[in-house]
């Protein structure tokens, strides 16, 4: 009898627990909530890496913001002072609405996958910063994002904030989801001392891409190895950027995702260039195969071995206390066929999504926080701070190059400048092309050891675009 | 006069209680996602319909199916890459894994010590084997390319940026560690009966004809087991080639898990219908897979 008992209790024990595992966490969220709203501004500090909530009064609207900056400022100082930042807006409006933030340890991918499972269920952040990874599609289609481009029109700063995002982010019907406080700024580095050694013009004199393959061809006969590239991002910069060099060549390549061939002239001249003066004047040692851990290319460039990079301008970072001598490295942009006309690629990407779903007070704190982050006061201290580029066109380089004390800081505030007053402005490759810049870029193996020609790789890209239809 | 026998007894009830929550989470865990799966190969869902998936009609039924194998090159690159691993993992490593299991069970000196060794691979997390292969075929700093150097002066071979040698570079980061299937194969081999053993040494069997006469005839069952385990290894490969090659070189190393993700969720396009339809395709190949080997090594009939 007694083993019947306990055997019946344990079944039922059993069941009842897994009908209590499947079943709805809303008793837990309902508790979150109550902790999270008992939390006061004393017991926050800059660094706390999960959930930094202001005090919320119930009596305001609230929303969320969700970003990627959850890093500790020791590992990237940047991830610190945005926190800073977001701290400062929810504190300075404190009186008008709750603005709670969120630092997602999953960064700006991990905000990007919650998306994709929350738009299953119909839902979305209220506010959240992508990071580059472009929900919009997807979001958009599943009407759970909100048009910003009525508030862009209707304010003239907010719109000179957000910089060629405007133009960028509208989309074939007109609309703009998103906007960025900061910009993918790409020109390219290069090291002054390995050019005079070569006897190379240096790339502030170059005119057109001639000039450019003059230098490489001194370069190379000094036994300066000239850059190192690798089967994906540095490699890419350089074809977007050639893809800049004239008006013919720029309309295609502006059409972007909408194009039904590779077979263009311009395009595959720009690989015939990749092939010929850039993959196989270096050698294979000095070409990776690519992914996010394979930046030789870069190491080599700041241990004075190579004598140009091709990265954004980010990699002022990286001349501090390098080998190669942060006296050595300077910024460039690229030339283009037009003799003195320059060019640079300017990617805003994804970045401030909203929710379509928030009530008109929410909307209206949402659309406040990203003026405020696109306001020239902080994009100057996203400069001046080193974290990167801010899109605006309001800033004044010149005024935030006297404010910069250090080397590093004055050589981005030099790059952004650049990157900011080119004469082509374009959108990277993968913003450009979508998912055909990973077909692209797994070509440049084949470019280098000659096993594809350019009509070898603009027939695969065909037969890609062919398949993902 | 028979009685029909009850089923509804209250053994047979406790029964069914226990194993209840076993048949739900299987049912929510395994059984819903496979039909999903194979449902939503037929439907046109990406990201323009990522909330409904729209049933592509009888008369375009296949039209998923048909386009991985007519037109889209990635997906066939994944099939064959796929069933060759499938037959690597099947010809070079079980006769290299049993090869080490029936040197190791004669216990040599310093057997304990090899099989600790041989182990080690298999409890390193895929991703740290992931990276030491990357160091490995590095170009610039890889063991590889120096060794290449020596023999063929200048050669400067970069195994993961060449199409032909980038399949061999994810092979051999995988291939040789058998080191979980040498250890069932070991325990298999220590569990046969030791008068079997001597009778044969009584008899004047050599070290080859022991093998071959008892061991390995004993062993079929659980080398069959062994040989789904590393067939499955093979088709199911992901974590490698995400780590070293992402797919390329000119997509010559995806297989068709990479593929799958890289269509469903590494895509703007977010292709979950084409991506489905290579995991029901992937299904099936395991099913057919698992069935041949299982009718090879009879794994079902105890001699």
């Known amino acids: 009898m007694k083993r019947k008992v306990i055997s019946i209790l344990l079944s039922v024990a059993m069941v009842s627990t897994m009908f209590v595992g499947c079943g709805s966490d809303n008793t837990t969220k309902k508790d979150d909530t109550a902790t999270e709203d008992t939390k006061t501004e004393d017991t926050k500090t800059e660094d706390t890496k999960t959930e930094d909530i202001a005090t919320a009064d119930s009596e305001l609207p609230t929303i969320t913001f969700t970003h990627g900056y959850y890093h500790d400022e020791s590992e990237w100082a940047a991830a610190g002072e945005m926190r800073a930042?977001?701290?400062?807006?929810?504190?300075?409006?404190?009186?008008?609405?709750?603005?709670?933030?969120?630092?997602?340890?999953?960064?700006?991918?991990?905000?990007?996958?919650?998306?994709?499972?929350?738009?299953?269920?119909?839902?979305?952040?209220?506010?959240?910063?992508?990071?580059?990874?472009?929900?919009?599609?997807?979001?958009?289609?599943?009407?759970?994002?909100?048009?910003?481009?009525?508030?862009?029109?209707?304010?003239?700063?907010?719109?000179?904030?957000?910089?060629?995002?405007?133009?960028?982010?509208?989309?074939?019907?007109?609309?703009?989801?998103?906007?960025?406080?900061?910009?993918?700024?790409?020109?390219?580095?290069?090291?002054?001392?390995?050019?005079?050694?070569?006897?190379?013009?240096?790339?502030?004199?170059?005119?057109?891409?001639?000039?450019?393959?003059?230098?490489?061809?001194?370069?190379?006969?000094?036994?300066?190895?000239?850059?190192?590239?690798?089967?994906?991002?540095?490699?890419?910069?350089?074809?977007?950027a050639y893809m800049q060099g004239n008006d013919a060549s720029?309309?295609?390549?502006?059409?972007?995702?909408?194009?039904?061939?590779?077979?263009?002239?311009?395009?595959?001249?720009?690989?015939?260039?990749?092939?010929?003066?850039?993959?196989?004047?270096?050698?294979?040692?000095?070409?990776?195969?690519?992914?996010?851990?394979?930046?030789?290319?870069?190491?080599?460039?700041?241990?004075?071995?190579?004598a140009m990079l091709f990265n954004g301008v980010w990699d002022a970072g990286g001349s501090v206390d390098c080998k190669a001598g942060a006296e050595n490295i300077k910024p460039a942009v690229f030339p283009t066929e037009e003799a003195g006309k320059k060019a640079a690629l300017l990617s805003g990407g994804c970045g401030y999504v909203v929710s379509s779903k928030l009530d008109e007070k929410q909307t209206e704190a949402a659309i406040t926080f990203i003026k405020y982050m696109t306001s020239p006061e902080i994009a100057s201290r996203i400069i001046e701070k080193g974290i990167g580029m801010a899109p605006s066109t309001a800033v004044d380089y010149d005024a935030l190059a006297g404010k910069v004390t250090t080397d590093d800081g004055k050589l981005l505030v030099e790059a952004c400048k650049l990157c900011q007053s080119a004469d082509y402005q374009a959108l990277g490759l993968g913003n450009t092309f979508g998912d055909a810049e990973g077909e692209i870029q797994s070509k440049y193996a084949g470019l280098k050891d000659d096993s594809k020609t350019v009509d070898d790789v603009v027939k695969d890209l065909n037969d890609f675009l062919a398949a993902s239809e | 006069m028979k009685t029909r026998k009850k089923f509804f007894t209250k053994k047979n009830g406790f029964i069914f209680a226990f194993l209840l929550p076993g048949i739900v989470l299987f049912g929510i865990i395994y059984a819903y996602p496979l039909i999903d799966i194979f449902i939503t190969s037929f439907t046109k869902w990406n990201y323009k319909n990522f909330l409904q998936p729209e049933f592509l009609g009888w008369d375009h039924l296949f039209d998923n199916y048909i386009k991985l194998f007519t037109v889209d090159k990635n997906f066939m690159v994944a099939f064959w890459n796929s069933i060759k691993w499938v037959i690597l993992t099947m010809v070079v490593q079980i006769p290299f894994t049993l090869l080490v299991a029936l040197v190791l069970a004669k216990k040599p000196r310093g057997w304990r010590l090899t099989r600790n060794a041989f182990i080690i691979p298999n409890i390193i997390s895929t991703a740290a084997i992931g990276l030491i292969f990357l160091n490995i075929y590095s170009p610039s700093r890889g063991i590889i390319t120096e060794v290449c150097n020596w023999f063929v002066p200048g050669s400067n071979v970069s195994v993961l940026a060449n199409e032909g040698y980038a399949f061999w570079g994810v092979t051999f980061s995988f291939i040789l560690f058998g080191g979980s299937s040498c250890l069932l194969l070991l325990t298999q081999i220590f569990s046969i009966d030791a008068s079997l053993y001597e009778a044969a040494k009584v008899d004047g069997a050599t070290g080859i004809q022991v093998d071959r006469l008892i061991t390995l005839p004993l062993l079929r069952p659980m080398l069959g087991t062994v040989a789904v385990m590393a067939a499955n290894y093979g088709l199911l490969l992901y974590n490698e080639i995400a780590l070293i090659t992402q797919g390329g070189p000119d997509n010559a190393t995806y297989s068709l898990s990479y593929y799958i993700y890289k269509t469903a969720l590494g895509s703007t396009k977010l292709n979950f219908a084409r991506g489905n339809t290579a995991g029901v395709i992937q299904f099936l190949l395991g099913l057919v897979l698992v069935g041949m080997i299982n009718r090879a090594f009879r794994t079902n009939k105890v001699d």
């Not at chain 1, 000179?160 to 960028?168: I, T």
């Not at chain 1, 074939?172 to 050694?197: C, H, P």
């Not at chain 1, 260039?273 to 004047?281: D, E, G, H, V, Y």
């Not at chain 1, 040692?285 to 071995?305: M, T």
Request: aromatic share 14%; with cysteine.
């Open chain 1, 85 to 240: 930042i977001y701290q400062e807006f929810a504190d300075a409006h404190k009186d008008e609405f709750n603005f709670v933030i969120k630092a997602d340890e999953s960064g700006a991918e991990g905000i990007y996958n919650t998306a994709l499972n929350d738009l299953s269920a119909g839902e979305f952040y209220d506010i959240a910063d992508f990071g580059g990874w472009d929900i919009t599609p997807v979001a958009s289609a599943s009407d759970a994002i909100l048009d910003l481009k009525p508030y862009l029109d209707e304010d003239a700063d907010f719109k000179a904030g957000v910089g060629v995002c405007y133009d960028q982010n509208t989309t074939e019907d007109g609309k703009i989801y998103s906007v960025r406080e900061q910009i993918e700024g790409v020109g390219f580095w290069y090291n002054a001392a390995l050019f005079t050694q070569a006897g190379a013009t240096t790339p502030d004199q170059w005119q057109t891409w001639d000039d450019f393959n003059t230098a490489v061809d001194a370069l190379v006969a000094a036994g300066v190895t000239p850059f190192g590239l690798n089967a994906g991002w540095p490699t890419n910069i350089m074809l977007a």
């Open chain 1, 250 to 306: 720029r309309a295609w390549y502006e059409a972007g995702k909408t194009v039904e061939s590779f077979d263009n002239d311009s395009f595959k001249n720009a690989l015939s260039f990749i092939q010929k003066s850039a993959l196989q004047k270096i050698d294979a040692a000095n070409f990776g195969p690519g992914g996010d851990d394979d930046e030789a290319y870069r190491s080599d460039f700041f241990d004075g071995k190579t």
